[in-house]
Structures are given as C-alpha cells and as structure tokens.
C-alpha cells in the first residue's frame, strides 16, 4: 500500500544538523497531520494541515518547523533537536470535512539525535 | 480534553485462542472511534471504525469490535488469533469536526505458534 510515503525512513542527526522529513499522499486528499510516536506514550498530534493551511499547532518547539506547499506535499523541518526528540514521526492524511473522515498512515521516519 | 485509555499493555497468546482488548474513552458526545494496527516494522493501518449504526463492527482479518456507549467503550475482538496477529493494536477516538484524534497508548499483542 502506497498511499502514503515518507523519506527518509531512518534518520540519525547531531543536535546541530538541520534536517527535513518529507510526506507524500496520493490519496487525493486535502488534510495532512504530523504525529510522534515515543516508546510507551500515545500517538501525539503536532500539526494539522487543512487545505494547505496550518490549523493546529499542538505546543510543539519551535525547533520543529512544518511547511505544507500543496494538499499532497507536508515536510518537517528540524533544527537543534534534543535527544528526547528521537522518535518515530508519522505523517498521515484525511479528506477533511467528511462525515466519515479516515486517517491514513505513513511508514513514518526514525529519528535518532545523538 | 477527550482521553482513550487501554487498559491491556501487553497481551500474550497462543494460536486459537480468543482475543479481547479493551478500549474506553471519556467524551461525552458523539465519537468517531477506530481500532488502527501496527504489524513489525510496517506503518499503521486502519482495522476497522465505527461512526453510526450498528454498534457491532466487523473489520478485516476476522477482527471485530462492539461499541457500547454507556460503558465508553470499544473493545477489540477476535475468537481465534493467529501467529501473524502478532502487531500492536491501537485505539482511537475523534470527537470534533477536525479530524483531531485522540490515541490509546497501543496494546502488544504476542502470539505463539
């Protein structure tokens, strides 16, 4: 299933690299969401996008940076990350609005700050 | 703020034997709610999803789960599990317009051959 793709799939950075994930959904959809998933905790929501426009920002450092420059496109700039931001980062789209709205996944990226 | 809790962190079985994950959820109004599943090293999938209807929702790999709302709950079944079932299963719920959706912290589930 191809529906959506991430690159890179694994990522390891020194805490002064600078770094972009990169999402691509072919599903025709219009809402696109970075998620991360640390050991033993919930999936935690960090930005939506609807219609190419940032609609939640979930108090997320501002070392991460997201840009969305299409309904098919989402990256997720990184800068001066901590270790505790090694993680797996989903991205994940939705047709927004619908009745019956479904998330689709990603893979995800690996990340590792060392 | 909505919260999804699952009780199960992880759950070991042997094959054949008959699987139930809890799933509760605190929200008040009408849920969306999801059973999503992650097999080792491959992405998160949907498994099934109820938004209306019959409470009873049947998804694919022979998985089903039985909304109960005056127990908020949405628990995960199966009368027979396989190796292959081995993956971490995940709840979710939405309760607003936005897609926004709240996660469970996922249940392991190990099946021995």
């Known amino acids: 299933e191809t529906g959506v793709t991430q690159t890179p799939r694994h990522l390891v950075m020194g805490m002064t690299n600078k770094k972009s994930l990169k999402c691509e959904q072919h599903?025709?959809?219009?809402?696109m969401y970075w998620y991360k998933q640390s050991a033993k905790k919930p999936l935690e929501l960090m930005f939506v996008?609807?219609?190419?426009?940032?609609?939640e920002n979930n108090s997320v450092p501002s070392r991460f940076s997201p840009e969305c420059p299409n309904s098919s496109h989402l990256f997720l700039h990184l800068h001066t990350l901590q270790p505790e931001d090694s993680a797996l980062y989903l991205c994940?789209?939705?047709?927004?609005?619908?009745?019956?709205?479904?998330?689709?996944f990603g893979p995800g990226t690996r990340l590792l700050v060392l | 703020a909505q919260s999804v809790s699952q009780h199960n962190h992880h759950v070991i079985l042997s094959e054949a034997a008959s699987l139930e994950l809890g799933c509760n959820y605190s929200y008040g109004g009408t849920v969306n709610l999801f059973w999503y599943v992650q097999y080792p090293g491959q992405h998160l999938q949907l498994l099934l999803k109820?938004?209306?209807?019959?409470?009873l929702v049947k998804g694919i790999k022979g998985f089903e789960a039985e909304f109960i709302k005056s127990k908020f709950s949405f628990n995960l079944r199966k009368p027979s599990v396989q190796w292959s079932d081995t993956a971490e299963y995940f709840c979710a719920v939405r309760g607003s317009t936005l897609g926004r959706l709240y996660f469970g912290r996922g249940t392991q589930l190990t099946v021995w051959p």
């Open positions: 599903l025709g959809h219009n809402a």
């Open positions: 996008y609807s219609l190419e426009e940032r609609v």
């Open positions: 109820y938004f209306s209807g019959d409470p």
């Open positions: 994940a789209s939705s047709q927004d609005g619908g009745t019956q709205e479904t998330q689709y």
